[in-house]
């Protein structure tokens, strides 16, 4: 089976940097992805990471580690904006994505 | 323009009847998708599509009947609605390569069984 776990919640403050993480145990990885969904919006799509190591995308950078079933989402800068759902997805077959529950991060003043 | 396009995009119905749900992509993908986001948020795929061929079934009762009439279109079709079927359905397509296919959704269909 596929278990993908993230932590349900998290708050921080305007500004400020925020972690969020991820650990998987599925058959098959062909990639580890992360979306941004809004309330009552479509997922959209964040960062892709396949190999070890750092993706960065200005405030938004992604780390994967294969070996140890782990990846986290960083947010820098944190804006009010950026108050949403972060959903870890890993691609186990060319057309299979199978997400975590999601990390519904709140941003406060 | 729409890259992925939904209709409708709230659908409130009673129990028993059938109804569909029509997914239509702009962006030229060879793969669609239809997702089930239940009340906890938790996104599960339901079925995946490459060049109108079912890829992917997942546990899914068979009241559920999606249909690809060409590469751009991917409707779902639900029979017996029952109160689990209220849900957000989500279509997504996807350009399958070597390297990553990016899904890319669309704006999601609530679906409310009553």
């Known amino acids: 089976g596929q278990n993908i776990d993230q932590p349900t919640e998290m708050t921080a403050t305007e500004g400020a940097i925020v972690q969020i993480n991820c650990t998987y145990q599925?058959?098959?990885?062909?990639?580890l992805f992360w979306y941004q969904q809004h309330a009552g919006e479509a997922p959209t799509f964040l960062s892709y990471?396949?190999?070890?190591g750092l993706e960065e995308k200005g405030r938004f950078s992604s780390f994967l580690s294969r070996s140890k079933g782990y990846s986290y989402l960083l947010l820098k800068e944190l804006q009010m904006k950026d108050s949403a759902s972060y959903l870890c997805?890993?691609?186990?077959?060319?057309?299979?994505?199978?997400f975590g529950t999601g990390t519904r991060l709140t941003v406060i003043p | 323009d729409t890259a992925v396009s939904q209709t409708p995009k709230y659908l409130v119905t009673q129990m028993g009847n059938d109804k569909s749900i029509k997914c239509e992509q702009n962006?030229?993908?060879?793969?669609m998708y239809w997702y089930k986001q239940d009340s906890k948020k938790f996104l599960k795929i339901m079925f995946s599509?490459?060049?109108?061929?079912?890829?992917i079934n997942e546990t899914v009762p068979n009241r559920f009947s999606p249909k690809s009439p060409d590469k751009a279109h991917l409707n779902l079709h639900i029979n017996s609605l029952e109160l689990g079927d209220s849900a957000v359905y989500f279509c997504?397509?996807?350009?399958?390569?070597?390297?990553?296919?990016?899904?890319?959704f669309g704006p999601g269909t609530r679906l409310t069984v009553l």
């Open positions: 997504a397509s996807s350009q399958v390569r070597l390297a990553t296919d990016t899904q890319y």
């Open positions: 599925t058959s098959g990885f062909n990639g």
């Open positions: 990471n396949v190999l070890d």
């Open positions: 997805a890993v691609q186990t077959g060319a057309n299979n994505l199978f």
């Open positions: 962006l030229g993908h060879d793969t």
């Open positions: 599509y490459n060049n109108k061929e079912l890829i």
